[in-house]
Structures are given as structure tokens and as C-alpha cells.
């Protein structure tokens, strides 16, 4: 995911309206940016049906905003999306952030899979935090 920045926000919009599956391998959730170009690429896959994504990359101990505008919209822009696995090998802030935009912006999901590898260190604090995490029908 390190070419995000290369693909215009017009492109992206005409590209992903008509998607149905997205596999993002390999994602930085230490990069703010790149979580931020995730999202609104998300945004713009109204038809997408289901999602992958896979990071393996070390997350830094670093403690983040949980707060972000950016993640905050609630435009049900994946009204489509039935089913999202996540695999990551450590946790982190940001992929949790993610997380809870797709919730709140995907009102047909069926399964939300978030695998933590168990080596992680940080894998008992994230699955602590993850059980607060729910989805809520209308």
C-alpha cells in the first residue's frame, strides 16, 4: 500500500464504485495516512460485497488518537459489505479505529473476522479492547 498517494480521489471514486471483492495485502496500520487512504477508498466501493485485508507488519508501541473526523462519517457507504476478515500480526489503535467505521458504516454485515497472530504481545490488551467493540442494528 505504499503507492496510495499515486491514485487521484477521481479515479478512486470511478474505480471501486462497481467493486464487489478488495483484498488489501500487506497494509501499515503505523502509517496514519495510509488507514486514512483506506477509508476513503472504502467510501467509494458502495457495491463492495467483501473485504480482506492483511497486515504483517511490526505495529510501534506507539499511542495514538483514537479520535479521527475521517472515521467518524456515518454515510452507510458500505451498505453492501456482508463480509470483512481482518489479520493482522500485532494490534493496534488504528486497525481498531478501522474496525469501528466499518461497523458503523455497513448496515448488511454478516461476519466481521479479526485474527490477531497469538505470538503478539499486545494480543491479550487488543482482544480486552476488542469485546467493547459491537454492532448495532436499527
Do not use: W
Not at 495510509?34 to 466501493?45: G, H, M, P
Not at 490488551?125 to 469485546?131: H, I, Q
Amino acid at each position: 500500500m505504499q503507492y496510495a498517494n499515486i491514485i487521484p480521489q477521481t479515479l478512486l471514486k470511478s474505480s471501486f464504485s462497481s467493486m464487489k471483492y478488495l483484498k488489501l495485502g500487506n497494509v501499515n496500520f503505523n502509517d496514519r495516512g495510509e488507514l486514512l487512504y483506506i477509508v476513503s477508498a472504502l467510501q467509494c466501493a458502495s457495491g463492495l460485497v467483501e473485504l480482506v485485508i492483511q497486515s504483517f507488519v511490526d505495529v510501534c508501541n506507539i499511542q495514538v488518537s483514537d479520535h479521527s473526523e475521517e472515521l467518524e462519517c456515518n454515510s452507510y457507504c458500505l451498505n453492501n459489505l456482508q463480509i470483512v476478515n481482518i489479520h493482522v500480526r500485532a494490534g493496534s489503535q488504528h486497525a481498531m479505529s478501522l474496525i469501528r467505521f466499518i461497523l458503523a458504516n455497513s448496515t448488511s454485515l454478516r461476519t466481521l473476522t479479526f485474527k490477531v497472530a497469538p505470538s503478539s504481545k499486545n494480543f491479550t490488551r487488543l482482544v480486552k479492547d476488542g469485546t467493547s467493540i459491537t454492532k448495532s442494528t436499527c
